[in-house]
């Protein structure tokens, strides 16, 4: 089976500016969790989309932005960019039937902000 | 609330065991470990279960005491792929997960 893929790997951007980040899953996974993975804050979690609903939703504020596809790919969207967004977005997938599950993660994509 | 991982760092030399624990301040309902090489993804490891059920790969153990909201993972006879850094990961009965600030391991020949 192919793994989790995230695109783009590496975003540049400027503060203002948004950006839109796509993960698609494991075939016949149908839940989708992203994460944001910084030196200062380590790994904290997002959301997650389940069946194209939000199931979950982590203490980020609103400008975080989700949603999922009917395939179960799923996009990210952060607007009015800050230089503190700078990380890496990691995204994984589970089967999504049990909640817990063990989850995929993808390779990530490394957002900088100027 | 953020579990605490400790040690924060271990440095270990081939053949040798240890032990990296995670301790919750609230009401867990599972306890999930992921491997983290530099540059690299988030591996899963292992998901323990409120009640005991685990799921996870054959080389690796873990323990859960719910009572302590603890758990415990435990390498053995490491060997120099084991090196990278370790995350515990729990969740209460809400299931969204909060991740400790992880271990170090470093294994030498």
């Known amino acids: 089976k192919a793994g989790v893929t995230q695109t783009p790997r590496y975003l540049i951007k400027t503060r203002g500016q948004q950006v839109t980040l796509s993960c698609s899953p494991i075939?016949?996974?149908?839940?989708v969790s992203w994460y944001q993975q910084t030196p200062g804050q380590g790994l904290q979690f997002l959301f997650e989309?389940?069946?194209?609903?939000?199931?979950n939703k982590g203490n980020f504020p609103g400008r975080f932005s989700g949603r999922q596809f009917s395939n179960s790919r799923s996009e990210m969207n952060v607007s009015t960019l800050e230089l503190g967004d700078s990380a890496l977005y990691l995204c994984?997938?589970?089967?999504?039937?049990?909640?817990?599950?063990?989850?995929?993660f993808g390779p990530g994509t490394r957002l900088t902000v100027l | 609330q953020q579990p605490v991982q400790s040690p924060q760092a271990v440095i270990l030399r081939e053949g040798e065991d240890a032990v990296i624990n995670c301790s919750s301040s609230?009401?867990?309902?599972?306890v999930h470990w992921y491997r983290q090489k530099h540059g690299e993804a988030p591996v899963f490891l292992m998901i323990?279960?409120?009640?005991?059920e685990q799921k996870g790969h054959e080389k690796i153990s873990a323990s859960f005491n719910e009572k302590k909201q603890q758990s415990s993972l435990y390498l053995t006879a490491s060997q120099l792929s084991y090196s990278g850094t370790y995350f515990c990961?729990?969740?209460?009965?809400?299931?969204?997960?909060?991740f400790g600030r992880g271990t170090s391991l470093i294994v030498h020949p």
């Open positions: 989309y389940f069946s194209e609903t939000q199931r």
């Open positions: 990961g729990t969740t209460g009965g809400s299931y969204i997960p909060t």
């Open positions: 323990l279960l409120k009640g005991g």
């Open positions: 994984a997938s589970s089967s999504g039937t049990e909640v817990p599950n063990e989850q995929f």
């Open positions: 609230k009401a867990l309902y599972s």
């Open positions: 075939s016949g996974h149908r839940s």
